[in-house]
């Protein structure tokens, strides 16, 4: 039976060419990663030659989304002027399977040079090592000024005190109200002085007025219950760490919350509701005031109303939605500063910051005026600077290692008051109970 | 396979099944025994794994979500599988007979199968709509005011129930045609000559000799069941409150939401081992209810 053994040999001669020809390929078609391996080599004492061998970083990111990915190519091509040897390759994910891919390819030693976290994930992978400490690479950079940013965002993605990464834009959550739904109704439009009283009162007034309209929306959830919270002198945790969830001022806050809802009415519940957005409710016109985020400037571009913005009415005091991007460096990166001249750029440069106002993409971090004042001059909403003042009162998430079981669990227990199956001090007690559990 | 001609008969046989073979192996057999070495670590996936011995099945036994998850899936089981086996069953019955347009129907029947689980439960979630939706629309006709189903605690489940028999009716349907049409009809046409009713004939021949597929088919809904997922993730998350919170949900969550490979891979083994125990099990039992004719 010669036959069946030239059979096999064909058969693996055909398995180790089709092998091979991958290979092949695989080195012609990526033509920078020879200098790379050259770059190693280099790269142990001196910093100047490396920086004339050509480097590929790799660049993971969300955040673009469809809506601006040619703005992250035209961030790329002007930092690509600037720093002709550096080539910048971005893998774009959508925010969902983001994470879930990123964990997949550092896991397989397959990790991005650079990597874009939200603040709430920053501190994940910060504490789990991920990350490359950059305290170095800023001591180093002579170029690099830390005060051209806003520090309460480049402090935001510090970790037990040290750098780990560079804030890259940020959004924060305001008050959007209908003007035409005030004006019918004779009722003045909310300022920065309004409490949770006035809201309410606004609302009541406003829906006396009109048959079918709401008063005010804000979801029940866990990001609004940090913030509500916030507003009435409360916190997850206090100033020393210690968990404070089960504290007087937030069942009132958490009170107010599902009053709104079930006692005053003010609020539609998830039955009234019934899977319709409260973006396109308030496009509707059937909502008169509403907590959401400044990413909604752009559809609501188009409301065939006036609307404005305000600051969020709080009880005791006032606190606003901080929401940011950052750039980190992974710590198995092999090229750390053109990873830093990328992360730099996105982070601190007026060219990156330019491109993202023009494309309202979020908003940069940076303190310089005139990028900033083009921002401040598009409308509507008339009132943008509103933007800048929620920032006096911004309140960072409460993030901690355990960031989604913690938000999986108290979403749950709010889940249970907005059902009316527990009281807030009910399921206060018991978040307190299990957030224990979670970080112990 | 003895000597050296059984050898080389093996060779040859592997050659050909060696294109399987390898893709089995890669993406099938190594992610099994991988999955069972990480159950013994603790691996956040951006940090190399540290052994932890059986930490992780300890704390299983220890985890209230893991109850309430398996609570949910046996809810869901427990609604499921007598549903869909009844309902399915009476149509294959139904459309066994000679009827007008029974191709028709039997098509009709299968194109749930062949529809992407996300499609299906995108809909299902606009039928259950408690303002908008068809349901809640029909039960209004006849005077009922519908739950708020996937927003109720106490409805959720029975909606992701109602959804799951609507998409596998078909699929069990044809397995019970394919046992119908091999009862051979000389036993029906003796129990006719003896004078047996309708009822009977059901009873006493279709329902017995079917006993095989039946078995087949509940082994394989079972198994299906326990792993119940696609739906839920997207008609309501878990939600509301973590009511319909099941065991495959929550592995996906420890694995890729909370950090812990480990321990997701740790409850994957044990749920593999509730579906070993109860499939043994089943297979023990079936001696005694299930006939295979010789």
């Not at chain 1, 020393?240 to 003010?266: C, F, P, R, T």
């Not at chain 1, 992360?343 to 106002?357: G, T, Y």
């Not at chain 2, 349907?173 to 046992?179: D, K, N, P, S």
């Not at chain 2, 198994?223 to 839920?232: A, G, Y």
Request: hydrophobic share 45%; aromatic share 14%.
């Amino acid at each position: 039976m010669k036959f069946n053994w030239l059979f096999v040999l064909a058969m693996l001669l055909l398995f180790a060419v089709g092998c091979s020809t991958e290979e092949t390929q695989g080195d012609d078609s990526s033509d920078d990663e020879n200098p790379e391996t050259t770059t190693d080599g280099n790269d142990t004492g001196n910093e100047g030659t490396s920086e004339e061998e050509n480097v590929t970083i790799r660049y993971a990111t969300f955040s673009p989304g469809e809506a601006h990915e040619e703005d992250l190519k035209a961030m790329i091509a002007a930092f690509e002027d600037i720093h002709p040897n550096i080539k910048i390759e971005y893998e774009m994910a959508a925010f969902d399977d983001y994470f879930t891919r990123l964990q997949t390819q550092i896991a397989g030693n397959n990790a991005p040079d650079v990597l874009e976290l939200n603040y709430e994930n920053f501190v994940s992978y910060a504490s789990r090592g991920a990350l490359m400490d950059l305290t170095d690479l800023l001591a180093e950079d002579s170029e690099f000024d830390p005060t051209v940013l806003n520090q309460e965002a480049f402090k935001a993605f510090q970790y037990d005190g040290t750098q780990y990464g560079m804030v890259e834009s940020f959004s924060n959550v305001v008050l959007f109200y209908n003007k035409e739904l005030f004006d019918e109704a004779g009722v003045n439009y909310p300022d920065a002085s309004w409490t949770w009283e006035d809201e309410l009162k606004a609302a009541q007034d406003i829906m006396a007025h009109h048959d079918d309209v709401w008063g005010t929306f804000s979801p029940l959830q866990f990001w609004e219950f940090y913030k509500t919270i916030a507003q009435n002198g409360g916190g997850v945790f206090d100033d020393a760490g210690n968990i404070v969830l089960n504290s007087q001022e937030n069942i009132e806050a958490l009170q107010w919350m599902v009053d709104k809802i079930h006692e005053y009415g003010v609020t539609p519940s998830d039955e009234q509701m019934s899977g319709q957005e409260e973006a396109d409710l308030f496009l509707d016109g059937k909502i008169a005031m509403l907590r959401t985020g400044i990413w909604m400037f752009g559809m609501f571009a188009d409301a065939p109303f006036d609307w404005d913005i305000a600051l969020e009415p709080g009880n005791t005091a006032k606190a606003h939605h901080f929401f940011a991007n950052g750039l980190a460096i992974s710590d198995k990166s092999e090229h750390a500063e053109a990873a830093w001249e990328w992360v730099k750029f996105m982070s601190a440069s007026e060219e990156a910051a330019s491109i993202r106002v023009a494309a309202s993409w979020e908003l940069p971090a940076i303190t310089n005026e005139d990028v900033l004042s083009d921002y401040l001059s598009v409308t509507p909403p008339e009132s943008r600077e509103v933007v800048f003042d929620a920032l006096d009162s911004l309140v960072t998430p409460p993030v901690v290692e355990e960031w989604s079981r913690m938000t999986d669990m108290i979403g749950e227990e709010l889940e249970l008051v907005k059902l009316k199956q527990k009281t807030p001090a009910e399921a206060l007690e018991s978040a307190e109970e299990r957030l224990k559990n979670i970080l112990n | 396979m003895v000597g050296f001609h059984g050898w080389k008969k093996l060779s040859v046989l592997a050659i050909f099944l060696l294109p399987n073979l390898i893709g089995f192996s890669i993406f099938i057999l190594f992610p099994i025994l991988g999955s069972f070495v990480i159950s013994f670590t603790e691996w956040d996936l951006l940090s190399p794994p540290q052994f932890i011995g059986i930490d992780n099945y300890i704390q299983i036994i220890r985890d209230p979500g893991f109850y309430n998850a398996l609570g949910n899936t046996l809810f869901f089981i427990i609604g499921y599988l007598p549903t869909v086996i009844i309902i399915s069953l009476t149509i294959a019955i139904l459309l066994n007979k000679s009827i007008k347009g029974r191709l028709f129907f039997r098509a009709a029947y299968f194109v749930p199968v062949v529809s992407s689980w996300v499609a299906v439960s995108l809909i299902w979630k606009w039928l259950f709509n408690p303002a908008y939706g068809i349901v809640n629309y029909v039960l209004s006709l006849v005077g009922i005011t519908g739950p708020a189903w996937l927003h109720d605690p106490h409805y959720a489940m029975i909606a992701i129930i109602i959804t799951s028999v609507w998409k596998d009716i078909g699929f069990l349907m044809v397995m019970f045609l394919a046992g119908l049409q091999n009862i051979p009809d000389t036993f029906y046409e003796a129990a006719s000559i003896d004078g047996a009713s309708s009822f009977r004939k059901l009873w006493n021949i279709t329902i017995p000799l079917l006993a095989p597929t039946t078995f087949f088919v509940l082994i394989i809904s079972l198994i299906n069941s326990f792993q119940v997922f696609d739906q839920v993730m997207i008609m309501t998350g878990g939600g509301p409150a973590g009511t319909t919170t099941v065991l495959v949900q929550q592995i996906y969550n420890h694995a890729f939401r909370y950090y812990e490979m480990g321990y997701a891979s740790a409850m994957s083994w044990f749920l593999f081992l509730i579906i070993f125990v109860i499939t043994a099990f089943q297979l023990r039992m079936q001696k005694r209810w299930v006939d295979y004719g010789n």
